[in-house]
């Protein structure tokens, strides 16, 4: 069984920074992609930036030039660095990584979520 567990949300003034982890855990042989994803109130989920197994990131126009999305793999865990914050970033944060297992299967994982609320 493989899981995410996110950690790094809270409560930031605008133009504060966050950084938030989502770290794997279980029975993991390779995790290739990650993603960041974040849903406001009212809005569908939007996908924020992502980093390939390889270290191609790509991002959101909303956040690019605030955000980097970074990759430990010795760690199996996966950052997002958030700088300049707005209060339009108050969102729900959630992460993605497709994961290898070693029983040989290929699944995307979820993090549970965490709140990131920018505001003064």
């Known amino acids: 069984q493989v899981q995410l567990v996110e950690s790094g949300g809270g409560l930031v003034q605008p133009g504060g920074s966050l950084r938030l982890s989502c770290a794997a855990s279980?029975?993991?042989?390779?995790?290739?992609?990650m993603d960041w994803y974040r849903q406001a109130p009212g809005k569908q989920r939007e996908r924020i930036a992502g980093?390939?197994?390889?270290?191609?990131?790509d991002y959101a126009d909303s956040v690019k030039g605030r955000f980097t999305i970074s990759r430990d793999n010795a760690k199996n865990t996966g950052y997002l660095q958030m700088n300049s914050l707005k209060p339009e970033d108050t969102a729900v944060y959630y992460c993605?990584?497709?994961?290898?297992?070693?029983?040989?299967?290929?699944?995307?994982?979820w993090g549970q979520g965490i709140q990131v609320t920018v505001s003064s």
């Open positions: 993605k990584q497709l994961i290898g297992d070693t029983y040989g299967l290929t699944k995307t994982y």
């Open positions: 279980g029975n993991i042989f390779s995790i290739y992609g």
């Open positions: 980093i390939s197994s390889g270290g191609i990131t």
